[in-house]
């Protein structure tokens, strides 16, 4: 199986700051790989697929880089409203697994 | 509007069968795949499956292999996910959502259904 792993799992940042999430393959996965956000209490949303590509939508303060094992979900500057957990997901293969969380706060 | 619309809460004892649902609207629904996700109390995101409505075929993840049933009726535009015998640890909020592209079986998850709440208890 390839596992996804997120870090950290938690951050606290103030607003303005940037803020850096990372996720990585213990195999390649090309950049098949997303990044989702949920609110507390709410239904996730796609924020970045193929491993850079912003959603329609989206914000552009937030951005995707990577290929291959390593990726990182970038806020340029963080926002009130950007509180949420992350998510990145593998979509490649038979196993399409999501990285465990990255809990993002305000300080 | 394309949006994907679940079946309400549901609330169960050990050992029953339950079937939620989940339409889809303001797309060709055979056209994309649908997945379905689990999120336990507290957790994070599982996946568990995905279907193809237009010819029903489906990828489990093996740790829901033979635990659940996805399937979808393409004449009323409706995904399924159902339990032959519930287990208190399939208490959880369960999401589908549809993939970003048509035709596509390795792609993200765009549009999320609301979610279902399935709470198993005795």
């Known amino acids: 199986d390839i596992q996804m792993t997120q870090s950290p799992s938690s951050l606290s940042a103030s607003v303005g700051d940037r803020v850096t999430i990372t996720c990585r393959a213990s195999q390649g996965i090309s950049n098949y790989l997303a990044w989702y956000q949920q609110k507390p209490g709410k239904v996730p949303k796609l924020l970045i697929y193929?491993?850079?590509t912003l959603q329609s939508g989206v914000p552009s303060r937030f951005s995707g880089s990577g290929s291959g094992t390593d990726f990182t979900l970038t806020i340029s500057s963080l926002q009130p409203e950007d509180v949420a957990t992350y998510y990145c997901?593998?979509?490649?293969?038979?196993?399409?697994?999501f990285g465990q969380g990255t809990k993002v706060e305000i300080k | 509007e394309v949006q994907l619309v679940q079946s309400g809460a549901e609330v169960k004892k050990p050992g029953e069968s339950l079937k939620i649902s989940c339409k889809g609207s303001g797309y060709s629904f055979t056209s994309y795949w649908i997945g379905w996700v689990r999120q336990m109390p507290g957790k994070g995101l599982e996946w568990m499956g995905i279907i193809y409505p237009g010819d029903s075929d489906t990828r489990y993840s093996p740790s829901f292999q033979g635990q659940v049933t996805i399937s979808a009726d393409k004449s009323i535009s409706t995904a399924y996910l159902q339990w032959s015998s519930l287990k208190a640890s399939d208490t959880a909020m369960y999401y589908c959502a549809r993939h970003g592209r048509q035709y596509y079986d390795d792609d993200a998850f765009d549009i999320w259904g609301q979610g279902t709440m399935v709470t198993v208890s005795s």
């Open positions: 997901q593998k979509y490649n293969s038979a196993l399409r697994a």
């Open positions: 193929a491993a850079s």
